[in-house]
């Protein structure tokens, strides 16, 4: 382990932890995020630790290192064909072979557009302490924008991405350019039929917010259904969530992208023959 | 207790002893006096301050000093003493793809990052790989055309 005056440059993920129970510290993974602002900060670099960078298959449930970037992961045979696609969209290579999937997650932003994916793949989150650890579904581990219940003497340690049924999926981002693009909106949709009924609906909304925003109640009604029943209960969902749906105001007008919300959620059920 | 950051810079191995969460950019340019390295926006929107570290383009603006110690750097440079270098620059004096010149430093780090690990790119994987370098003087084709016949002229380098 390395002490600087001013920050840690641990070698072990205990060494980390115990660091990060011990002092005052920013846990800095690629710092794209992070330098945005660039203040004097005490940093706790783990860009180099090896434990938080791996990719490992068990069953059905693949574990990320939340230390991976993103090229690691776009290079990653294991990792889903939706993740991949969310991911190659963020910024620019330069900013993809830094930025993090975990630094995505603990920044905590709406727009962080691999935790859209996340959400819709009810992925749950490690969260490890010198004391022990808790795994957490990933709407719960963020209370608003900005916001977590990660404890100061935590670090986010796996992301746990169950893998079945993530093939169908249907994923739109609207930035205002082609690249580097940060989202307007974006939209991730999952539908899953099993005998003829549907046994999984996923619809998450990116960038509106200030969480991602995931309703399983609404997503309820279809479950169990055909498609034909799920055609008649068509008007019922999507009024459900014209009500809900409350975009807060951002560079581009709420009315907009709640109109974008709704076409692409009433194009991704079409897109189901629904 | 040390306020020494240790890399290879260029090559060779070098010490910090600025704040470990100072930008890359900063150290580079104002303590090794490597004005190559271009700054504008400091935001990771523009690219002119793209290095390689360990063998991948990064934007030095939106990296701290201290999560490169013990990593390789190469600045324009270090990399303007390469055989690489020289196809690159005859190929962006061919198609006359600089104008004024103050993002070239750091398209010539995203074409070397880009060819070192796709030698024979189309050309939609030039455009993808300088996608995060702003260049507001050539419209870009100048400069997709100079990688595509430097891909060509250097075959074999990469
Ligand atoms: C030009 C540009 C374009 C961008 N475009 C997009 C885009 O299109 N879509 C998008 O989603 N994002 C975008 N981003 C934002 C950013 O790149 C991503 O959010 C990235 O994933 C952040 O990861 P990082 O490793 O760089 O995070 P860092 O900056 O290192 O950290 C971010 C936060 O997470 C915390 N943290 C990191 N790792 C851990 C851990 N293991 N445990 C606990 N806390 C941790 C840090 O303390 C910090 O609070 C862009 C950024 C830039 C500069
Ligand atoms: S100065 Fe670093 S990307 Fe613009
Ligand atoms: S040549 Fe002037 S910015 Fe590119």
Redesign the interface.
């Known amino acids: 382990m390395v002490t600087l005056r001013n920050g840690y440059i641990p070698e072990t993920l205990a060494e980390a932890l115990k660091i990060r129970s011990e002092n005052q510290v920013v846990p800095y993974a690629g710092g794209t995020d992070l330098m945005i602002k660039a203040q004097p900060s005490s940093y706790l670099f783990l860009n180099k630790l090896s434990a938080l960078q791996k990719v490992e298959q068990d069953g059905d449930m693949l574990h990320i290192g939340p230390g991976c970037n993103y090229t690691m992961l776009l290079n990653h045979p294991a990792v889903p064909k939706v993740l991949k696609e969310a991911m190659i969209r963020i910024a620019s290579p330069a900013t993809r072979n830094r930025g993090t999937i975990g630094g995505n997650i603990c920044n905590a932003s709406p727009k962080a557009d691999s935790v859209l994916i996340l959400y819709a793949s009810d992925a749950e989150l490690k969260l490890s302490s010198i004391a022990g650890e808790r795994i957490v579904p990933i709407e719960e581990f963020f209370t608003g924008r900005g916001k977590t219940i990660l404890r100061e003497d935590e670090l986010l340690t796996d992301i746990r991405l169950p893998l079945k049924g993530l093939d169908d999926y249907y994923y739109y981002k609207v930035g205002a350019r082609r690249a580097m693009a940060i989202s307007r909106v974006a939209f991730v949709g999952l539908l899953n039929t099993e005998n003829g009924k549907i046994s999984r609906v996923a619809a998450a909304f990116g960038a509106i917010s200030d969480t991602v925003l995931r309703f399983r109640e609404f997503e309820a009604m279809l479950l169990g259904k055909t498609l034909a029943e799920a055609t008649a209960l068509k008007p019922a969902f999507l009024a459900k969530y014209q009500e809900a749906i409350v975009p807060i105001r951002g560079r581009v007008s709420a009315e907009y992208r709640k109109q974008v919300c709704m076409n692409l959620l009433a194009d991704f059920l079409n897109s189901n023959g629904i | 207790?040390?306020?020494t950051?240790r890399f290879r810079l260029n090559g060779e191995e070098t010490e910090s002893h600025s704040?470990?969460?100072?930008?890359l950019l900063d150290v580079l340019r104002e303590e090794f006096l490597l004005t190559g390295v271009k700054c504008g926006c400091?935001?990771?929107?523009c690219?002119a301050c793209?290095v390689i570290i360990d063998g991948?383009?990064?934007?030095s603006?939106?990296?701290?000093l201290?999560?490169v110690?013990?990593s390789d750097v190469m600045t324009i440079e270090g990399y303007s003493k390469t055989k690489r270098y020289q196809k690159l620059s005859e190929a962006y004096a061919e198609f006359s793809a600089v104008q004024c010149g103050f993002c070239i430093p750091g398209m010539v780090m995203?074409s070397e990052?880009?060819l070192s690990h796709n030698p024979h790119p189309t050309e939609e994987e030039i455009r993808?790989?300088i996608?995060?370098?702003l260049c507001r003087c050539t419209g870009y084709s100048a400069i997709v055309s100079a990688i595509k016949k430097a891909s060509e002229n250097g075959e074999g380098l990469w």
Do not use: F, H, W, Y
Request: hydrophobic share 30%; net charge negative; charged share 20%.
């Open positions: 207790m040390t306020d950051i704040d470990p969460s100072a930008r400091k935001e990771g929107e690219g793209s991948q383009l990064a934007n603006c939106m990296v701290a201290g999560s110690s013990g995203a990052a880009l993808e790989g996608s995060g370098n």
